[in-house]
């Protein structure tokens, strides 16, 4: 069984160290959801329109955005959640009321953690949003916030918060608790010499195995307010 000490163990998934290289996707999937030239079509065929209609180089677009945005949101989030969890740990007393309790510590941990993490990334998925949907908006990052802010003002920046919440914090239920399972499920039936024994091959793939499952989780749990977080920050009649 996990002990309070391994409770307090980071995990990782992949996602919050690969996002920053995914732009052309994200530039991809808003055009689909924002853009009504873009109605019907599929992430492949939405690609080669993109490709076709303004140059492979559109596909970088917003790129400063969500390379920072989701550099500083997951850099918040994983520091927060360690902080929560190792924070309700203690709340709770004993190790024996902590293992009792677990799966509500790292729901808790979870979405406090990804509450305040989404302080951060809201402004910046906001500017990426208007620079992807409105073409020439801005030459990059600096640009664009600045301007966003000077004509939006924060009611602007942050008018996606609520959405982003409603996707980020299922996101990251997903991410944590499963990964946290995954790891318990793995090493339940171990014992602590079995534990120390492991090589550092058996214990990544581990994390890795968990962690690609708890990216398939989070996924699916967050999936349908991906498009609600795009189409509340930018109105369809700005698109050009």
């Known amino acids: 069984m996990t002990s309070v000490k391994s409770l307090g163990l980071p995990q990782f998934s992949s996602k919050d160290y690969s996002s920053f290289f995914l732009a052309a996707i994200d530039v991809v999937k808003t055009r689909i959801q924002i853009d009504p ?43 927060g959640y360690e902080f929560w969890k190792l924070t309700l740990v203690k709340f709770s007393g004993d190790q024996e009321t902590a293992m009792k309790y677990r799966t509500a510590i790292y729901l808790g941990a979870a979405s406090v953690a990804e509450f305040f993490a989404d302080i951060l990334l809201t402004p910046l998925e906001a500017t990426r949003i208007r620079m992807v949907s409105e073409r020439g908006y801005a030459t990059g990052l600096v640009s664009g916030f600045t301007r966003l802010a000077r004509e939006g003002g924060v009611s602007q920046l942050y008018a996606g918060f609520l959405p982003i919440l409603c996707k980020q914090i299922p996101y990251a239920i997903g991410q ?39 990216g398939f989780a989070a996924a699916i749990l967050s999936h349908a307010s ?15």
């Open 37 to 79: 030239s873009y109605k019907g079509l599929g992430f492949v065929s939405g690609t080669r329109y993109a490709i076709a209609k303004e140059g492979a180089s559109t596909l970088l677009t917003g790129f400063g955005p969500t390379a920072f945005g989701y550099l500083a949101q997951g850099g918040a989030k994983f520091a």
């Open 176 to 214: 944590f608790t499963v990964n946290e399972f995954c790891h318990e499920l793995a090493y339940r039936n171990m014992s602590e010499e079995t534990k120390r024994s492991l090589s550092d091959t058996y214990k990544f793939g581990i994390s890795l195995g968990s962690g690609i499952t708890a």
């Open 226 to 240: 991906s498009p609600l977080s795009t189409t509340n920050m930018v109105d369809d009649n700005e698109i050009m």
